[in-house]
Protein backbone atom coordinates (compact mmCIF):
# COMPACT_ATOMS: atom_id res chain seq x y z
CA UNK A 1 0.00 0.00 0.00
CA UNK A 2 1.33 2.88 -0.89
CA UNK A 3 1.51 6.23 1.38
CA UNK A 4 -0.88 8.11 -1.16
CA UNK A 5 -3.45 5.27 -0.47
CA UNK A 6 -2.68 5.65 2.85
CA UNK A 7 -3.31 9.02 3.10
CA UNK A 8 -7.12 8.64 1.43
CA UNK A 9 -7.67 6.03 3.57
CA UNK A 10 -6.95 8.19 6.71
CA UNK A 11 -9.27 11.26 5.18
CA UNK A 12 -12.38 8.50 4.83
CA UNK A 13 -11.82 7.49 8.56
CA UNK A 14 -14.26 9.55 10.58
CA UNK A 15 -12.67 11.63 13.37
CA UNK A 16 -14.12 12.22 16.85
CA UNK A 17 -14.65 15.32 17.27
CA UNK A 18 -12.44 17.74 19.82
CA UNK A 19 -14.10 19.71 22.61
CA UNK A 20 -12.44 22.07 24.81
CA UNK A 21 -14.90 21.76 27.36
CA UNK A 22 -15.72 25.49 28.01
CA UNK A 23 -18.92 27.41 27.56
CA UNK A 24 -20.87 24.68 26.63
CA UNK A 25 -18.04 22.90 23.60
CA UNK A 26 -19.27 19.22 24.98
CA UNK A 27 -20.42 16.09 23.83
CA UNK A 28 -24.27 15.57 23.94
CA UNK A 29 -24.35 12.02 25.12
CA UNK A 30 -21.83 9.66 26.40
CA UNK A 31 -19.65 8.30 23.98
CA UNK A 32 -20.95 5.01 23.46
CA UNK A 33 -22.99 3.67 20.46
CA UNK A 34 -25.82 2.17 21.45
CA UNK A 35 -27.62 0.06 18.93
CA UNK A 36 -31.08 -0.07 18.68
CA UNK A 37 -32.37 -3.27 20.54
CA UNK A 38 -36.06 -5.01 19.74
CA UNK A 39 -37.43 -5.57 23.03
CA UNK A 40 -40.69 -7.63 24.19
CA UNK A 41 -41.85 -5.67 27.13
CA UNK A 42 -42.80 -8.67 29.89
CA UNK A 43 -45.53 -8.26 32.90
CA UNK A 44 -43.03 -7.67 36.13
CA UNK A 45 -45.88 -6.63 38.16
CA UNK A 46 -45.17 -9.48 40.19
CA UNK A 47 -41.26 -8.01 40.69
CA UNK A 48 -42.25 -3.97 40.27
CA UNK A 49 -44.70 -3.92 43.23
CA UNK A 50 -44.92 -0.25 44.84
CA UNK A 51 -43.47 -1.43 47.86
CA UNK A 52 -40.63 -3.50 46.71
CA UNK A 53 -37.79 -1.20 47.43
CA UNK A 54 -35.47 -4.03 46.96
CA UNK A 55 -36.80 -4.25 42.84
CA UNK A 56 -37.19 -0.63 42.64
CA UNK A 57 -33.26 -0.38 43.70
CA UNK A 58 -31.76 -2.85 41.29
CA UNK A 59 -32.70 -1.38 38.09
CA UNK A 60 -29.40 1.01 39.29
CA UNK A 61 -26.36 -0.34 37.88
CA UNK A 62 -24.50 2.65 38.79
CA UNK A 63 -25.36 6.23 40.38
CA UNK A 64 -24.86 7.18 36.80
CA UNK A 65 -22.36 9.76 36.58
CA UNK A 66 -19.68 10.12 34.17
CA UNK A 67 -16.91 12.62 34.34
CA UNK A 68 -15.47 14.90 31.41
CA UNK A 69 -12.88 17.65 30.61
CA UNK A 70 -10.17 18.83 32.14
CA UNK A 71 -12.31 20.47 34.97
CA UNK A 72 -13.14 16.57 35.60
CA UNK A 73 -17.11 18.06 35.90
CA UNK A 74 -20.03 15.58 36.60
CA UNK A 75 -22.85 14.47 34.02
CA UNK A 76 -25.60 12.22 34.86
CA UNK A 77 -26.83 10.22 32.14
CA UNK A 78 -30.32 10.87 31.65
CA UNK A 79 -31.23 7.08 31.85
CA UNK A 80 -30.10 7.18 35.39
CA UNK A 81 -31.99 10.51 35.83
CA UNK A 82 -35.19 9.17 34.53
CA UNK A 83 -35.22 6.19 36.86
CA UNK A 84 -34.49 8.10 39.83
CA UNK A 85 -37.45 10.20 39.22
CA UNK A 86 -39.68 7.14 38.74
CA UNK A 87 -38.57 6.03 41.95
CA UNK A 88 -38.63 8.93 43.47
CA UNK A 89 -42.40 9.33 42.12
CA UNK A 90 -43.49 5.61 43.39
CA UNK A 91 -41.66 6.67 46.81
CA UNK A 92 -43.86 9.63 47.34
CA UNK A 93 -47.10 7.50 46.62
CA UNK A 94 -46.37 4.82 48.97
CA UNK A 95 -46.05 6.92 51.74
CA UNK A 96 -48.18 9.62 50.62
CA UNK A 97 -45.89 12.49 51.77
CA UNK A 98 -42.41 14.22 50.40
CA UNK A 99 -40.34 16.41 52.20
CA UNK A 100 -39.43 18.01 48.65
CA UNK A 101 -42.38 18.56 47.04
CA UNK A 102 -40.73 20.83 44.28
CA UNK A 103 -38.62 17.37 43.72
CA UNK A 104 -41.86 15.50 42.83
CA UNK A 105 -43.06 18.29 39.96
CA UNK A 106 -39.51 18.44 38.20
CA UNK A 107 -39.76 14.51 38.32
CA UNK A 108 -43.22 14.32 36.63
CA UNK A 109 -42.31 17.40 34.24
CA UNK A 110 -38.77 15.40 33.77
CA UNK A 111 -40.29 12.15 32.28
CA UNK A 112 -43.12 13.99 30.73
CA UNK A 113 -39.89 15.72 28.21
CA UNK A 114 -38.94 12.00 28.45
CA UNK A 115 -41.73 9.66 26.96
CA UNK A 116 -42.17 12.76 24.53
CA UNK A 117 -38.59 12.76 23.70
CA UNK A 118 -39.22 8.95 23.12
CA UNK A 119 -42.34 9.16 20.89
CA UNK A 120 -42.50 5.54 20.84
CA UNK A 121 -44.79 4.37 17.78
CA UNK A 122 -45.02 0.70 19.20
CA UNK A 123 -49.23 0.20 18.10
CA UNK A 124 -50.98 -1.52 21.48
CA UNK A 125 -54.05 -3.45 21.24
CA UNK A 126 -56.77 -1.85 22.96
CA UNK A 127 -60.29 -3.06 23.53
CA UNK A 128 -63.23 -4.12 25.57
CA UNK A 129 -63.23 -7.67 27.52
CA UNK A 130 -65.53 -9.54 30.06
CA UNK A 131 -64.02 -10.46 33.25
CA UNK A 132 -66.47 -11.67 36.11
CA UNK A 133 -69.45 -10.66 34.24
CA UNK A 134 -68.36 -7.54 33.86
CA UNK A 135 -66.96 -5.33 31.05
CA UNK A 136 -63.54 -3.76 31.25
CA UNK A 137 -61.24 -1.78 29.22
CA UNK A 138 -58.03 -3.17 28.16
CA UNK A 139 -54.37 -2.21 26.57
CA UNK A 140 -52.32 -5.38 25.58
CA UNK A 141 -48.87 -3.73 26.76
CA UNK A 142 -47.32 -6.89 27.80
CA UNK A 143 -45.91 -9.08 25.04
CA UNK A 144 -45.17 -6.60 22.11
CA UNK A 145 -42.31 -5.69 20.85
CA UNK A 146 -40.77 -2.34 21.21
CA UNK A 147 -37.44 -0.57 19.60
CA UNK A 148 -35.60 0.67 22.13
CA UNK A 149 -31.64 1.02 22.40
CA UNK A 150 -29.75 -0.99 24.16
CA UNK A 151 -29.55 -0.38 27.94
CA UNK A 152 -27.56 -3.18 28.75
CA UNK A 153 -24.49 -1.79 26.88
CA UNK A 154 -25.02 1.64 28.88
CA UNK A 155 -25.44 0.33 31.92
CA UNK A 156 -22.32 -1.69 31.30
CA UNK A 157 -20.49 1.51 29.74
CA UNK A 158 -21.18 2.88 33.26
CA UNK A 159 -20.38 0.13 35.36
CA UNK A 160 -16.34 0.10 33.48
CA UNK A 161 -16.73 3.84 33.64
CA UNK A 162 -17.73 4.06 37.45
CA UNK A 163 -13.94 3.90 39.17
CA UNK A 164 -12.26 6.23 36.38
CA UNK A 165 -11.74 9.60 37.51
CA UNK A 166 -12.44 11.14 34.19
CA UNK A 167 -15.08 9.06 31.68
CA UNK A 168 -14.28 10.90 28.33
CA UNK A 169 -12.86 13.85 27.22
CA UNK A 170 -9.40 15.99 27.57
CA UNK A 171 -6.86 15.54 30.68
Given at each position: ??????????????????????????????????????????????????????????????????RGGSGNQTYLV?????????????????????????????????????????????????????????????????GVEHKCRDRNAL?????????????????
Open positions: MTIRNISRLERMIPTLPEYSWRNGDRPNEAPIQLDAKSVVWEDVSDTFTLHNDTAWGSVFATDGSVSMIHQLHCLDLIRAAYVTKKTDFPGHVGHCMRYLLQAVLCNADPTLEEEGWEMVDGKTVHYVRQWEKYLIENEAKQEAFGPV
